[in-house]
């Protein structure tokens, strides 16, 4: 009896001897919340990343690898706003895991932590995948970001009280060099204040808040709903008399239609990181906000 | 710097506290949703419908002819509290004229037992195979495999209770089990108090890269059954009905497996799914001819074995096309094979196939419009299915499970 228990325990253990040791672990929706998580978190935590830049988070399954991944976390960190919508609610559920329910603090929506734009005074489905609670797209506003930062700061000290010393030093740290970040990227960014750029898909609400820019357009008809031909010409029309100077997306987005219309119109187009890995320059949120500045002013 | 720790002030919420609602709907109302289906079908033979060598049951027969409506759903779920999710899935089916609710599922599940348990109480969609604890509306294929229509009159739905256990490894481990009344087809009254079938799983799962993602898994049903029925016949208009009906164990086995590629994990563009199930059904105990006088009875010994292979590839945003080929095949013993013919156990010396072809276009995430064509040998007459069907859901938002 006794050598079975010893074969069985073994077992599990070679199962599961991948498993890090930090005092918290992190399951992030999306690479932006890894990397503040891990700014904050320092070594006390390790963070495992649901997406990546090259998905669309809207539209993710709940594979079975991302429900063992989160089975084991002390902290789940999404955007909200019901941006994951279709596949978060599933994998809480089948994650038998008691530590991230919504309501308890291993669950943390960003979005919420935030005031949101975007926010529908009226709803229905004919408008497409629009959302309730306001758009969810909350990181490309580094003042959002810092806010963000400061609600994870408390909520790491609640799981992880012992650490409360760690956690507040890197906090600090990262407080005061995202604070010279933000004043150095105003100044860059100078130039692009009242800037008209026909988008994708309204993920850059935040962004465009922050630096003064205009959306001048979407490419989709409706959130969520792929472009269609007689789409782009009514944006054509509309760009003829008040025209913008260039069309943004993200790499996860097919840049077919963007190409389409710079093709009519005459206007670059410029494929933006959005989040951490969205190219090979951005490897963290400070690298996001350089590298997408440096990209909108040299489509200028 | 001054301007901008005001603007701070204003855009930081008052709500740090661990609430969360963006994951759902709207804040106090549950998840509602409607499903809508419709149909048209067209076939080039109109014999009655049989699987030679398996007794039918269930929901197992051909789709209708012509225009009808499908399976218009309700469904009712959220989180009940910390503890409890909870759903409710109510049909509504026309049935000779008269509107009629059907409850297809009304359970409630823990979220918060830990350990990566998770207990489920009521009506529900076994675990087993891959298919089966997926609505209908999230197949990829109008009607069910030929061998779930066979061995489980389309899917096997139940009352009782279900644990599962996701095993604390890298890789997606889940084992569990459910112990089911055992009412309802494939069972049909066991001989038990009301909690006569059990079923057993483990399920494999993981990414390959960023690309690809696959998922195994393992399952067993088994009940000791007395007296499920199988359709029902008069020799003669007007005529005592005599119901061929089976009594003693039934084991079910089977294996699936899927195969999900997208480029880089992203599945909006193109993506391909490879998907196959294999079952083997097991049963050793008497058929009698129920109503029958002298009642007729034989002894049956049978082994039914069926597979399906299909794959679909989306090639273009909103388009998808599909083929799936089905085979069943059976080895049925009785002392009276007469009487198993009339109980449908005789294979006729036929194996049961069909190929089928599908194109689905979706408009958004909310609505799809599909033609199907299937060239089904479910019996000798050989027939040519073709449907179209549209499915649209309102409300809540869709789960987009593996």
Redesign the interface.
């Known amino acids: 009896m006794l050598k079975i228990t010893r074969i069985i325990s073994v077992f ?1 253990m070679l ?2 001897s ?2 890090v040791t930090a005092n918290i672990n992190v399951f992030a929706c999306e690479p932006e919340w890894a990397s503040l998580a891990n700014e904050i978190g320092g070594k006390r935590l390790s963070s495992y990343t649901a ?2 830049a ?3 988070p809207h ?7 991302l ?2 991944k989160i ?2 976390a002390d902290l789940v960190i ?13 994998l ?8 991230i ?5 291993g ?3 960003a ?5 949101r734009l975007d926010i529908p005074i009226e709803i229905n ?1 004919s408008m ?2 629009v959302h ?2 306001g758009n ?1 797209h909350v990181h490309l ?1 580094p ?2 970001i ?2 963000i930062s400061e ?1 994870l700061l ?1 909520r790491l000290i609640a799981i992880d009280p012992d650490g409360t010393k760690h956690y507040q030093q890197h906090f600090d740290d990262f407080s005061q060099r995202w ?1 010279e970040a ?2 150095l990227w105003q100044q860059q960014a100078e130039v692009l204040n009242g800037l008209r750029i026909v988008v994708h898909h309204r993920d850059w609400v935040y962004l465009f808040d922050w630096l003064g820019i205009e959306i001048a357009g979407a490419l989709e008809p409706r959130p ?3 472009a269609t031909a007689q789409h782009l010409i009514s944006l054509k029309q509309a760009l003829k008399t008040n025209p913008a100077k260039m069309i943004v997306h993200t790499i ?1 987005q ?1 840049p077919r239609a963007a190409q389409r219309l710079s093709q009519i119109t005459n206007t670059p187009v410029v494929a933006l990181p959005y989040t951490v890995g969205g190219s090979e320059q951005v490897g963290d949120l400070f690298d996001l906000f350089s590298v997408t500045i440096e990209k909108l002013k040299g489509a200028l | ?1 001054k301007t ?1 720790i005001m ?2 002030g ?4 008052a ?2 506290s ?9 804040n106090f109302n549950p998840d509602i949703s409607l499903t809508i289906d419709g149909r048209y079908g067209s076939y080039s033979n109109d014999s009655d419908y049989e699987l030679p060598g398996f007794m039918l049951g269930g929901e197992a027969s051909r789709e209708e002819q012509g225009f009808s409506l499908g399976h218009n759903e309700l469904s009712i779920s959220d ?1 009940i509290d ?1 503890m409890f ?1 909870g759903k409710l899935t109510t049909a509504i089916a026309e049935h000779e004229g008269s509107t009629e609710f059907e409850m297809e599922e009304a359970y409630i ?10 207990v489920r109480a009521g009506r529900f969609f076994s675990d087993i195979g891959y298919l089966n604890n997926q609505h209908g509306h999230a197949w990829d294929f109008m009607d069910a495999p030929l061998v779930y229509r066979g061995l489980f009159g389309n899917q096997l739905i139940d009352d009782g209770l279900h644990i ?11 084992v569990g089990a459910e112990i089911i009344q055992g009412e309802r087809f494939p069972a049909g009254n066991t001989s038990n108090d009301g909690n006569g079938a059990y079923t057993a799983f483990a ?5 390959v890269g ?1 690309s690809n ?3 195994l898994g393992f399952s067993h049903w088994q009940a000791d059954i007395k007296g499920r029925e199988s359709g029902s016949h008069a020799h003669d208009p007007g005529v005592a009905v005599e119901i061929p009906t089976y009594s003693g164990k039934s084991k079910v086995s089977g294996v699936d497996f899927v195969w ?1 590629w997208s480029p ?6 193109t993506n391909l799914k490879i998907q196959t199930e294999y079952f083997v059904r097991d049963e050793d105990g008497t058929v009698e001819l129920a109503g029958s006088d002298p009642l007729e009875l034989t002894t049956y010994q049978g082994e039914q074995t069926g597979w399906y292979l299909q794959t679909i590839y989306q090639f273009i ?2 388009w998808r096309f599909g083929y799936r080929y089905d085979r069943l095949t059976s080895d049925n013993h009785g002392s009276d094979t007469a009487l198993l013919a009339e109980a449908g156990l005789d294979s006729e010396g036929h194996a049961p196939e069909r190929s089928t072809v599908m194109l689905d276009y979706s ?4 609505s799809r419009i599909r033609l199907q064509i299937a060239k089904d040998d479910s019996y000798e007459d050989s027939d040519t299915l073709l449907f179209l069907q549209y499915i649209v859901t ?1 409300g809540a ?6």
């Not at chain 1, 999404?78 to 599933?90: K, Q, T, V």
């Not at chain 2, 599962?164 to 889940?174: A, G, N, R």
């Not at chain 2, 399920?203 to 990414?207: A, E, I, T």
């Open positions: 599990f199962l599961s991948t498993q997406t990546t090259y998905q669309d539209h993710i399954e709940a594979r079975p690898s429900i063992a089975r084991n999404c955007s909200g706003a019901e941006l994951e919508a279709g596949w978060l609610p599933l809480l559920r089948r994650a038998g895991n008691s530590k329910v919504p309501g308890k603090k669950y943390f929506e979005s919420e932590m935030v005031s489905r497409g995948d309730i609670s969810p506003d003042r959002r810092l806010i609600a408390a604070q933000m004043a969520g709903l792929p996860y097919n | 710097m901008n603007f701070l204003a855009i930081a919420c709500c740090f661990y609430a969360g609602h963006a994951a759902k709907q709207s989180n910390d999710f599940e823990t979220l918060a037992v830990g350990n990566g348990i998770t599962s256990w996701l095993v604390p490894t890298d890789i997606y481990f889940k399920k494999f799962g993981g990414d960023i993602a696959w998922q999900k880089k994990g992203n599945n909006r563009e945003p909103r408009h958004s995430e909310f309102l938002h869709g789960a987009h499970s593996f």
